[in-house]
C-alpha cells in the first residue's frame, strides 16, 4: 500500500484529501505546516509527497527544494499544487516531479499520483 505525505494550511482540504485518498487504497499523512519536514519525511517514509506552493509565511517551492538538496530525501517525489497557476510555472526549477491545480478532479489527482508512483525511480522506501 502506497503512503502519501500531504501538506497543505487548509485543515478542510487536507481532511478531505485524507478522507478520499484513504478510500481509494493510500494511507495518507497530512500536515498543515512545513515544521521540521525532513524529520516527518524519515519517520514517516512516504512514497510521495503532496505540497502546496502557497502556505501562509512559508513557501513551498523553497521546501521542495530543500527536500530534493537534502541527501537523506532527494529521492521522495514532490508533487506540488496551487490554486495560483502561475506559481506551477517553471516547477522543476525546485526540483519537483510534477504539479496539480487547484481546484482538481478526483480522477485527475489519482492519475497524477498514479502517473508519479509509476515514474518514480525513487529508492527512498527502500531506504528506511
Known amino acids: 500500500m502506497n503512503k502519501l505525505l500531504i501538506l497543505d494550511d487548509s485543515d478542510d482540504l ?11 487504497g493510500y494511507i495518507v499523512k497530512i500536515l498543515n505546516h512545513a515544521g521540521n519536514i525532513s524529520s516527518e519525511i524519515i519517520e514517516f517514509v512516504p512514497d510521495i509527497l503532496i505540497l502546496d506552493v502557497n502556505l501562509g509565511d512559508e513557501n513551498g517551492r523553497e521546501i521542495c527544494k530543500k527536500i530534493k538538496m537534502n541527501p537523506e530525501t532527494k529521492d521522495l ?10 506559481s506551477l510555472d517553471n516547477y522543476r526549477e525546485c526540483l519537483a516531479n ?25 529508492t527512498f522506501n527502500k531506504i528506511f
Open 98 to 122: 510534477d504539479i496539480i491545480e487547484k481546484p482538481f478532479d478526483l480522477k485527475y489527482l489519482l492519475q497524477k499520483i498514479s502517473c508519479v508512483l509509476a515514474n518514480s525511480k525513487s
Open 77 to 86: 517525489p514532490v508533487i506540488l499544487f496551487s490554486s495560483y497557476p502561475k
Open 14 to 24: 487536507l481532511y478531505a484529501m485524507k478522507y478520499i485518498l484513504e478510500n481509494n
